[in-house]
């Protein structure tokens, strides 16, 4: 029974990207999400959500003073939890996500922490 009304979903990546860091001119991606989607109605489904990337610099360019730029490994998370709320049939839905968003580096300008509010508005015709 409990089967049928929970979504349960996983994805991995790695990717190779470009850098606006002028020491290094690129960065490897890794990263996993999670979520998960539950049926408690009808009509109302609860969203729960989690992400995860590391941004690896490295094979980075000397400095102006000829050093050698140290490698470093930046580390982004997201979590959410939410609602999906169908407003009439299958047809439309409305959803809400409350989401905290975080970035942790040793370089402390590029540290961020975000709490926001996501909507979701669908309408089938």
Do not use: C
Not at 51 to 74: H, L, M, Q
Request: glycine share 10%; net charge neutral; charged share 25%.
């Amino acid at each position: 029974i409990v089967a049928d009304r929970v979504l349960l979903e996983f994805g991995v990546g790695r990717d190779i990207q470009y850098s606006y860091d002028a020491g290094f001119p690129f960065y490897e991606q890794l990263g996993g999400r999670m979520s998960a989607t539950i049926r408690l109605g009808t009509r109302l489904d609860l969203l729960v959500s989690r992400d995860g990337e590391w941004v690896v610099y490295s094979e980075g360019f000397a400095d102006y003073t000829g050093k050698p730029i140290e490698n470093r490994t930046d580390i982004a998370s997201k979590a959410g939890v939410g609602f999906l709320y169908r407003l009439v049939g299958q047809n439309a839905h409305f959803g809400l996500t409350l989401e905290d968003a975080r970035r942790d580096s040793p370089i402390d300008v590029k540290n961020y922490r975000n709490r926001r509010v996501l909507t979701n508005l669908k309408l089938n015709y």
